[in-house]
């Protein structure tokens, strides 16, 4: 069976420290990898995609980026993180490249910026 | 992009059966209606996913109409632990796996 990993689970930072979120998938190869961020509780905001190993797609442009150093690997990070960055952030992957997608999130990596 | 609109919150009452529906205008003819549960502080959970008409499974039901420009999912005798944000996606085939989350619906689910 497939099985998703994220860490760290939880992270305080100080404002313009670097940040690295990892997550791994393991029991299935080429996956679509996500990450997304969820503030105040509501609303997820894809940062990221990937559908393949040299194929990253930022839906938003700011101070974070996103590698994928393996097939089932899917890295976030910051060089310098800001206070708006605080947030839960989530990892997910999915086998199909859209259409009948059903996505499987990671428990979360809940970041908070002091 | 098939954008998706949801009713911000709702309320019900333990036993009840409660329907959130999303209306997605433009979904394209590939895409798939999919939604998932959310709890505080996880991550989303999917609860089913449908095409076309009726969709059941052991958790709740899915009725999609002729047009599919919108979607209801149906959840039977509501619980307490039903309370959750419910997001309806709809996959783009267009956009290569970009899948982008509305702001879903809160439930609230009251004894």
């Known amino acids: 069976s497939q099985t998703i990993h994220q860490w760290p689970a939880t992270l305080v930072q100080p404002v313009g420290s670097p940040l690295s979120l990892e997550c791994t998938v393991e029991?299935?190869?080429?996956?679509?990898l996500y990450w997304y961020r969820q503030a105040a509780g509501r609303g997820l905001q894809l940062l990221f995609y990937s559908i393949g190993i040299d194929q990253i797609s930022s839906e938003v442009p700011q101070n974070l980026s996103a590698s994928r150093p393996q097939d089932r690997q899917f890295i976030l990070s910051s060089k310098k993180l800001l206070l708006s960055d605080s947030g839960f952030y989530l990892c997910a992957w999915s086998r199909e490249p859209s259409g009948a997608n059903v996505l499987t999130f990671g428990a979360g990596s809940r970041l908070t910026v002091l | 992009l098939a954008k998706t609109t949801q009713p911000i919150s709702m309320d019900s009452y333990e036993g009840q059966e409660v329907n959130i529906t999303c209306s997605h205008n433009?979904?394209?003819?590939?895409?798939?209606i999919t939604w998932y549960q959310q709890f505080p502080s996880q991550g989303p959970r999917f609860i089913i996913q449908g095409y076309k008409t009726k969709v059941t499974n052991e958790v709740a039901s899915l009725f999609i109409p002729a047009d599919r420009k919108s979607s209801t999912l149906s959840l039977p005798r509501v619980s307490l632990s039903d309370t959750a944000v419910y997001y309806c996606l709809v996959g783009d085939t267009n956009q290569g796996g970009k899948l982008i989350f509305g702001q879903g619906t809160e439930l609230s689910v009251k004894p």
């Open positions: 433009n979904i394209a003819t590939n895409d798939y």
């Open positions: 029991g299935t190869s080429n996956p679509n």
